[in-house]
Structure formats: structure tokens, C-alpha cells
């Protein structure tokens, strides 16, 4: 696994929280309140380092995703516990401070996304960090409660090279 997935995972996984969330058009109503608390849970529970807190926030038949930024770095179910375990030993709990500039989502029946831009600072030892994030993630509403199915996250590092806008568009 990357020192990069080590270091922006919690921050990432974690930031999406109500004051961040944008409030979507007049679609989802009572639905878009639901799906703001699933990330709200998501919030705190990582920054009290809660496992069963986090694990809560996904289906529960082992069948959700979570996918980091490099090849390879995907976790299917009980993984996805591990993964966390991982993540609560990189950052200082209750450290992460979030400002999202950007967010879209929709709902769809029983089946809700988002994605979103921010900008995120936390420390880790004491020491501060700055990231810069993607996030998109895919909801299932199941017995009446929302759950990730799906979760990426995304993040440049230093050690990453940005590819040039002419080289993409070819």
C-alpha cells in the first residue's frame, strides 16, 4: 500500500460532514437530510478513531467498495475494516478541518451519489497537513437506513507527475 494512501485516506473518508455537504435542488428532500447524517456518522466516528462507528456507515453484506487513488489500492468488505485500523494510525484524532469547493449529488430512489472537491487540513503528530481531495461515493438506502456500496477517493502527491491538458485531450 502507498505512504500517499497512509497519509490522505482518514482525511479523505472522513471530511464529508453536514456544514460541508452542499444542499442539492428540491429532488431527494428528506433523502439529501438522511444522506447528510450517513456522512456526518462517517465524520465522527473516524475522528474518534471508532471502527465499529465507521463499519456501521456500510452495507452490511460485505459487498461495499472502497477504492483509493493508485492501482491496486481497492478493499472489498471485512478488508475495508482493515483499512481503517491502518488509517486511525496516521492522524491525530479530532484534527481534521474541511472546506469544500466544490460538491454534486443526486438521489435517485434508493440509490444516492456524490462528488466532491475540498480542500483539507488535520496534523498528524502534531505536525500539520495540507491535502487537496477528490471524493465520490455511492449510497444504497437498505432496511430503511443509508450505506456506502461504493467509495474512491483521490489526491495528487509530490511524488506524482500532473499529466499536461494537451497530452489528456489527445
Known amino acids: 500500500m502507498s505512504r500517499q494512501l497512509w497519509l490522505v485516506a482518514p482525511l479523505v473518508l472522513g471530511m464529508v460532514s453536514v456544514s460541508h455537504w452542499a444542499t442539492a435542488a428540491e429532488a431527494g428532500g428528506n433523502a439529501q437530510d438522511e444522506i447528510r447524517a450517513i456522512f456526518t456518522r462517517l465524520d465522527q466516528a473516524i475522528n474518534a478513531h471508532d471502527l465499529k462507528g465507521v463499519m456501521a456507515t456500510y452495507a452490511p453484506d460485505g459487498r461495499s467498495v472502497l477504492l483509493g487513488t493508485g492501482e491496486g ?98
Open 73 to 170: 489500492e481497492r478493499w472489498v468488505g471485512a478488508e475495508i475494516e482493515k483499512v481503517y485500523q491502518g488509517f486511525f494510525k496516521e492522524f491525530d484524532p479530532g484534527t481534521q478541518d474541511t472546506r469544500c469547493t466544490w460538491t454534486l449529488q443526486d438521489v435517485r430512489g434508493d440509490l444516492a451519489w456524490i462528488a466532491t472537491m475540498c480542500q483539507v487540513n488535520d496534523f498528524f503528530k502534531n505536525q500539520k497537513r495540507e491535502y487537496g481531495i477528490n471524493l465520490t461515493a455511492v449510497l444504497e438506502k437498505l432496511d430503511g437506513q443509508w450505506r456506502f456500496r461504493v467509495m474512491h477517493f483521490s489526491t495528487a502527491s509530490s511524488e506524482e507527475t500532473p499529466v499536461p491538458e494537451e497530452e489528456v485531450a489527445r
